[in-house]
């Protein structure tokens, strides 16, 4: 298995909703990361988990909540999100923290109305 | 802060062509990654390159990083329409093991007319 499998594959949620994004990973990998791409442009990095910790929190606001449960799940909550918070929401993972390539999920393409 | 500079920023090739894409970074790559995404969709590895000189190739796709590790160029041989999509250059722009962050260029979309 060398997938990453995001879920859901879309999400519109409202302004005063709480949501959560799932990220899972059976490759055995202890990194993992969450991204997030607006439309035309590069993904940015939002945070790394590293052996389950989070290792790495890119200045994001504090209604995006990561958490890692395990070392084959990470999770991303929102909650009072902004219309400028739509995006494509990328999960990523690699064998270990600054080594070799990331494999990265398909994307849960977040629509905030 | 790391920055990385894509060009073309698009290219429409005639099938069968051959094509270059380059990546150029504002300080030296320690790891320079190049990715292909298609439209609203995640990103699929393609190379990793690391040392100064370094060529690898996968299929019709050749990945170079030069000897000062400062520019990458990524070329394809013999388009096809498979290989339309966004191509993007990620740089690790961490300190050492256990800071591993990418950063990646604008990217470059490639359409293929058959």
């Known amino acids: 298995d060398t997938e990453v499998t995001q879920t859901p594959k879309h999400l519109v949620m409202g302004m005063t909703n709480k949501k959560s994004l799932k990220c899972e990973q059976h490759m055995g990998h202890r990194a993992m990361y969450w991204y997030k791409q607006k439309a035309k442009k590069p993904p940015e990095l939002m945070f790394v988990y590293s052996y389950e910790k989070l290792s790495i929190n890119e200045s994001v606001p504090s209604r995006f909540s990561p958490e890692c449960p395990n070392s084959s799940l990470l999770n991303l909550h929102l909650h009072a999100l902004q219309p400028e918070d739509s995006a494509l929401y990328l999960c990523a993972s690699s064998p270990y923290p600054g080594q070799d390539e990331a494999f990265f999920g398909q994307g849960t393409r977040l629509t905030v109305v | 802060s790391q920055e990385l500079e894509q060009s073309p920023q698009s290219l429409i090739v005639q099938e069968g062509k051959n094509l270059t894409i380059n990546c150029t970074s504002s300080k030296t790559l320690y790891g320079l990654y190049w990715y292909k995404q298609k439209y609203g969709e995640g990103l699929i590895f393609l190379m990793m390159?690391?040392?100064?000189?370094e060529e690898k190739s996968h299929e019709k796709i050749t990945a170079k990083l030069d000897e000062k590790k400062q520019q990458s160029s990524l070329h394809i041989t013999a388009s096809q329409p498979s290989h339309a999509g966004i191509y993007l250059c990620g740089a690790d722009t961490g300190s050492g093991a256990g800071s591993y962050q990418l950063t990646f260029g604008k990217g470059t979309k490639l359409s293929v007319i058959p």
């Open positions: 390159l690391q040392k100064g000189g």
